[in-house]
């Protein structure tokens, strides 16, 4: 509670001893610069402070004493005199405003602060997505670009190997559709290849022949050097295909999924060509030596034939050699040679071996052997004939039973128009024996039933 005092000016005093006391100056309110205690603080709320310079009054006087003591301490005042309250609630009132300002402002920094690092968190992830997606990108054309390679190889295998043409149809179609979506691709995702693009190939490929190359005339078949050369088996001619027409692919369907998809499609189908190819080459070769083989087993065949029939010839030809030191009817029975189902039988040798293979041929057509009556006929022996049967026998000495290469045949050849003289008509001559001229029918001396060898 202030005092009366505070408010009210102080009258100049005169001391007892008539003197004048100077008035005191004015309180000026003083903002001490460090701090002040509490007990100062409770002073200054009711005690007037005052500053400046000191009057000197009387020492004695009691009311001096009090203002020498008053003036003589520097107060500081914080407030302004009387209201106290309503100044400290002002200053609340400043201080909160100041709190909520600055609040505010950190506030607003914080809040800077925290939507620059989730645009520099966002650019991050965004870049870490863009770089990702072109990794998967570069990795799934390098599958693309290597399955279209091993699809290359593969067709021309298949083709070479004589694969289903429908089958390497469909390996085209699958990867000129790989090749779309690759090129579908956005030029700023698509990496640098190392190959071509197959539709380019393809249309090289398939330009206009120049004039000289249409004007080079094409082998034929009656030229020599397109001939396959003697003994060998000609490689299957590689069927060609028709290109179906390569579907545009879309943009938005050219990713790194969709490549990896018709990649393995290609892949699959590389790996079924190629295992037909196989199977197919394996095949052709197993026929090749089959067909090697079964041509040198033939060649060995005939070589060994050519063999015998030259020893056969050089053997007849030697037999017919044989005799011709011998007088007709004068053969000893070691010269001649018999056959297997007749012990009787006696012939020269070449001779008696054709007669061997047409009883054969007759045992086939009949089923049963050859019937003879009479073969090599001594000179003795042909003048028996001549006595008995007269001029029916050569005179002694003239016979070609005599020399080992006639016969006379039963059992049905003997006798005109049977079925087993008909057979013998047909097929003897296959064998080198031969029913004379003057032993048929209409001959000088008709005998169906002799017959003579002429190897």
């Not at 950190?106 to 870490?128: K, P, Y």
């Not at 004068?330 to 012990?343: H, M, T």
């Amino acid at each position: 509670m202030k005092r009366v005092s505070d408010r009210l000016p102080i009258p100049a005093r005169r001391s007892r001893g008539g003197k004048h006391v100077a008035p005191r100056t004015a309180a000026t309110p003083v903002v001490p610069s460090g701090p002040r205690d509490d007990r100062t603080a409770a002073r200054t709320d009711h005690t007037p402070v005052v500053t400046g310079t000191t009057e000197r009054v009387s020492a004695d006087t009691g009311a001096t004493r009090a203002v020498l003591h008053r003036s003589s301490r520097t107060r500081a005042h914080l407030l302004p005199r009387g209201g106290h309250m309503s100044a400290r609630v002002a200053q609340g009132a400043v201080v909160a405003v100041l709190a909520i300002a600055l609040g505010g402002t950190v506030t607003a920094a914080a809040s800077a602060q925290g939507e620059e690092r989730a645009a520099q968190a966002t650019q991050a992830a965004d870049q870490a997505q863009a770089a990702a997606h072109a990794k998967a990108v570069t990795q799934a054309v390098d599958v693309a670009d290597d399955a279209i390679e091993a699809s290359t190889v593969a067709q021309t295998e298949g083709q070479q190997a004589a694969v289903d043409t429908a089958r390497i149809a469909a390996l085209q179609a699958a990867t000129d559709r790989l090749e779309a979506l690759v090129d579908a691709l956005p030029e700023d995702v698509r990496p640098e290849r190392e190959r071509t693009s197959r539709a380019a190939d393809r249309s090289e490929t398939e330009a206009p022949a120049t004039t000289d190359e249409a004007a080079e005339p094409t082998p034929t078949a009656s030229d020599p050097a397109a001939q396959a050369t003697p003994g060998t088996t000609a490689s299957p001619a590689p069927q060609p295909t028709t290109a179906a027409p390569v579907e545009r692919a879309e943009p938005d369907d050219a990713s790194p999924a969709t490549i990896r998809d018709a990649a393995a499609e290609v892949a699959a189908l590389t790996d079924e060509i190629r295992a037909t190819a196989e199977a197919n080459r394996t095949a052709a070769a197993a026929a090749q030596a089959q067909a090697d083989a079964e041509a040198a087993a033939a060649a060995e065949a005939a070589r060994v034939a050519a063999e015998q029939a030259a020893q056969q010839a050089a053997q007849r030809a030697a037999w017919k050699q044989s005799l011709l030191g011998y007088a007709n009817g004068k053969i000893p029975a070691s010269a001649l040679c018999g056959v297997s189902w007749d012990s009787a039988v006696q012939l020269r040798c070449d001779a008696a071996e054709a007669l061997e293979q047409l009883n054969t041929a007759y045992v086939a057509a009949f089923g049963t052997n050859l019937s003879i009556s009479d073969s090599y006929r001594s000179y003795a022996g042909q003048v028996a004939c001549r006595r008995t049967k007269g001029w029916l026998c050569a005179a002694p000495g003239t016979s070609n039973h005599g020399t080992g290469v006639a016969i006379d045949f039963g059992g049905g050849i003997e006798s005109f128009g049977t079925k087993q003289f008909a057979w013998m008509k047909s097929n003897a001559g296959e064998f080198s024996w031969t029913h004379p001229s003057w032993a048929e029918r209409g001959g000088s001396k008709p005998e169906a039933w002799h017959w003579e060898y002429v190897g």
